[in-house]
């Protein structure tokens, strides 16, 4: 009983993270859907499975790796200046931090079923997100930001979907594969998502070449411009066309001056360095859009390095890199075959935090972080450990 605990705790967890719940609701009905109660719910779950099996000293040790660093951001409410998006920020940080402990004190973990089920439900995102966008193309512009942010969602989603797809093997057969592989690259093309776009396909190739897969990468080479065929195709109809325009639009600025718009971030900190205790401490959580923008709201620079210095100082960013670089290095250290798609998740989740999106929205990042831990405890249990 207490492995059916883990095994839903752990679905649970991959369908809030991967966004589904949030999504379809968002679709549906127009507003966010607060994930907090929820991931509290799926860290009970996932608690009880483990106290029913027994959960061992080393799990909840492995655990508070993460609360040094929740607990610095919690403390900078104290000298925030922001009054009300702190608030916010911290409730996404408790549930990336829920996330993280989910798979350590679950007693379990499934990577294969987490990856699968990872895979399709984030096929179901990207399949609504898609859905929505065409189903809006008329009042597009009317729309409110959070409706307006599920392009952000597809295309973020999408290029995990590719990463996966480079490393691992969704189905038995390639068929199948290529057939999801193209129905996401379109999908992507359509949102106009760039970063998530180059990253994904950078993925793609890189795990495709480590499986040396070069009949693979042939056909793939040549399916992506019979995508842009279909696009060219898809442009005829007057709702594709909307978002096919808008991507193009997209990209060319990557050429007419956005990159360099990006450079702007070093002015601020400039200023940032300037100030001693804010190198230390930091601005307080959630203080870059009231400290940069003059107005008390979710703003972040697109960089996840540079946030977390903004706003949490050297103390802040060391504290994030220690459970970060120990995740990683506790993989590296296990033997499992699925450690080069969890990687090659965690990179590209990584490349994306380094371009957009803010820590608090890190829930995948976090939830691999702690699969990766959770192995790790497996391998030392059952002596696998890689010595060195």
């Not at 411009?225 to 096919?244: M, R, T, V, Y």
């Not at 050297?314 to 970060?324: A, E, K, N, T």
């Not at 990179?347 to 990042?365: G, P």
């Amino acid at each position: 009983m207490s492995e059916k605990f883990s095994l839903v705790a752990v679905a649970a967890a991959v369908s809030l993270a991967s966004g589904l719940l949030s999504q379809a609701i968002l679709l549906v009905v127009g507003v966010k859907f607060p994930v907090v109660s929820v991931a509290f719910g799926f860290l009970i779950i996932a608690t009880l499975g483990g106290i029913l099996r027994g959960v061992e000293r080393d799990r909840f040790a492995t655990a508070t790796l993460i609360l040094p660093f929740l607990l610095w951001a919690v403390c900078s409410v104290i000298w925030t200046p922001s009054e009300g998006y702190v608030y916010e920020k911290l409730a996404g940080l408790m549930v990336c931090a829920l996330l993280f402990w989910l798979p350590i004190l679950s007693g379990s973990v499934y990577v294969d079923s987490f990856i699968r089920i990872y895979f399709f439900l984030t096929v179901s995102v990207l399949a609504f997100s898609a859905f929505g966008m065409l189903r809006s193309a008329g009042d597009f512009y009317s729309l409110s930001d959070s409706q307006r942010s599920i392009y952000l969602t597809a295309g973020y989603f999408g290029g995990g979907l590719l990463a996966i797809l480079g490393f691992f093997s969704v189905s038995r057969s390639w068929l199948i594969d290529l057939a999801l592989t193209c129905f996401v690259l379109l999908c992507l093309l359509l949102t106009g998502a760039r970063g998530p776009l180059l990253f994904g396909v950078g993925m793609l190739f890189l795990g495709l070449i480590v499986r040396r897969s070069w009949s693979s990468i042939t056909v793939l080479s040549f399916v992506g411009f019979s995508i842009l065929l279909i696009g060219q195709f898809l442009s005829q109809f007057e709702q594709a066309a909307f978002f096919i325009d808008r991507a193009v639009a997209r990209f060319i600025l990557l050429f007419e001056g956005e990159l360099s718009s990006r450079t702007d971030l070093w002015v601020q900190m400039r200023e940032w360095l300037a100030d001693d205790a804010a190198v230390v401490f930091g601005y307080g959580t959630g203080s870059w859009g009231f400290m940069v923008l003059g107005y008390d709201e979710r703003a972040y620079p697109h960089n996840i390095v540079l946030e977390l210095l903004f706003e949490n100082g050297v103390i802040g960013l060391f504290l994030f890199v220690l459970v970060f670089v120990f995740s990683v290095w506790a993989g590296l250290k296990v033997r499992f075959p699925y450690l080069g798609v969890v990687l090659a998740l965690i990179c590209y989740e990584f490349l994306n935090f380094m371009k957009s999106f803010t820590i608090s929205d890190a829930r995948m990042l976090f939830f691999l972080m702690g699969i990766l831990l959770a192995e790790r405890l497996r391998a030392a249990r059952e002596g696998s450990l890689v010595r060195d």
